[in-house]
């Protein structure tokens, strides 16, 4: 178990629709990131957040939209789907890395698996 | 620009063999980080091991064992008499000094370990 606790591990939506995936972090952690796995693109950095503030942002749609609350917690947001949104998306932690660098390991928990209909 | 290419897309040994997993990174940074996750079939992602640039000794921690070096640009993992437990995606990755915080995963490659 990593630490890293991520709902729902399943959701299956409409096209058009709008969802929210949450993420806790490990205990201590202060910085959150969000990846997508796809099939065709494989894992894809999508947004960082450390301490509440957007760090830094990677291949993330404009579609998709996420947020680190006073708690830690991290929610994505993803709207309009459509159906190449579908993929797992993962959500990591880690203690505070190097300006600029991954020099830290990241613990990533299970995973949401976003099936878009 | 920064890459990894793990070339093995799948491996198919039998439970006692060993078995190397090989990747082949880019970058033009002389600092820099590396990493190996294994993905099971339940799906998770799970950190094995970190190394930075200036450290090139071999690691050892069990039956697995890294192999990192700079001048073939490689960074090759080998489990050592295999089990079907090891079965999983393994991915390595890397991370540069300008990387803007984020992971540069190569592809994966598929393990199959047989009974």
């Known amino acids: 178990d990593s630490g890293v606790t991520q709902t729902p591990k399943h959701l299956i939506t409409a096209t058009g629709q709008r969802v929210t995936l949450r993420c806790s972090p490990r205990?201590?952690?202060?910085?959150v990131y969000w990846y997508q796995q796809s099939l065709d693109q494989g894992l894809q950095f999508l947004i960082q957040?450390?301490?509440?503030?957007?760090?830094a942002k990677g291949n993330i749609l404009e579609r998709f939209s996420a947020q680190q609350f006073p708690d830690l917690h991290s929610e994505l947001n993803l709207s309009s789907l459509e159906l190449g949104d579908s993929a797992l998306y993962f959500c990591?932690?880690?203690?505070?890395?190097?300006?600029?660098?991954?020099?830290?390991?990241?613990?990533f928990g299970q995973g949401t698996r976003l099936t878009v209909v | 620009a920064q890459k990894v290419t793990q070339a093995q897309t799948e491996i198919s040994v039998v439970e006692k063999e060993d078995v190397t997993l090989d990747c082949v990174y880019e970058?033009?940074?002389?600092?820099?980080?590396l990493f190996w996750y294994k993905q099971p079939p339940s799906g998770e992602l799970v950190f094995l091991i970190r190394?930075?640039?200036?450290d090139e000794q071999n690691e050892i921690s069990g039956r697995y064992s890294w192999n990192f070096q700079k001048s073939t640009s490689s960074f090759n993992f080998t489990i050592t008499a295999s089990q079907v437990v090891d079965s999983a995606v393994y991915f390595c990755?890397?991370?540069?000094?300008?990387?803007?915080?984020?992971?540069?995963w190569g592809a994966g490659t598929k393990l199959i370990i047989k009974p």
């Open positions: 190394r930075n640039s200036f």
């Open positions: 205990s201590g952690d202060l910085s």
């Open positions: 970058t033009r940074d002389t600092t820099y980080y």
């Open positions: 990591a932690s880690s203690v505070e890395p190097l300006q600029g660098t991954m020099n830290t390991e990241a613990f």
């Open positions: 990755a890397l991370s540069g000094g300008d990387s803007n915080y984020q992971l540069i």
């Open positions: 957040y450390y301490n509440g503030e957007e760090r």
